[in-house]
């Protein structure tokens, strides 16, 4: 099956955002935890233990879905923008909630 360049792009963001996510889960994460201790309904959603991992894996799976089944392209293209979307709204939310949170 032969990708266009616009696949490419969304599917590099979107490891790219994946990894960013990971990131911020796994190095930012506990010290705003203790920082923010005890946390507000809000930021406790977005600094919770499951919200990244989830919004990135489901990103991935969406990407990889597009890139596996057969569908015409611009139906692969908008499942793999949707992950894309997706995957970077959540790692946004929870990264300018704590910022907000942390600075008062």
Do not use: N
């Not at 990708?3 to 190095?27: E, H, L, P």
């Not at 920082?35 to 499951?50: C, E, F, N, Q, T």
Request: hydrophobic share 65%; aromatic share 8%.
């Amino acid at each position: 099956m032969r990708f266009g360049t616009a696949f490419r792009v969304v599917a590099a963001a979107q490891i790219a955002v994946s990894a960013m996510a990971v990131v911020f889960w796994a190095v930012a994460r506990p010290p705003l935890l203790d920082l923010l201790a005890p946390p507000s309904p809000l930021v406790g959603v977005a600094l919770s233990r499951w919200l990244l991992p989830a919004a990135a894996l489901l990103g991935v799976g969406c990407t990889f879905a597009a890139a596996v089944a057969r569908l015409k392209r611009s139906q692969r293209m908008r499942l793999a923008a949707s992950g894309l979307c997706g995957s970077a709204f959540v790692l946004v939310f929870a990264a300018l909630t704590s910022l907000a949170a942390a600075m008062g």
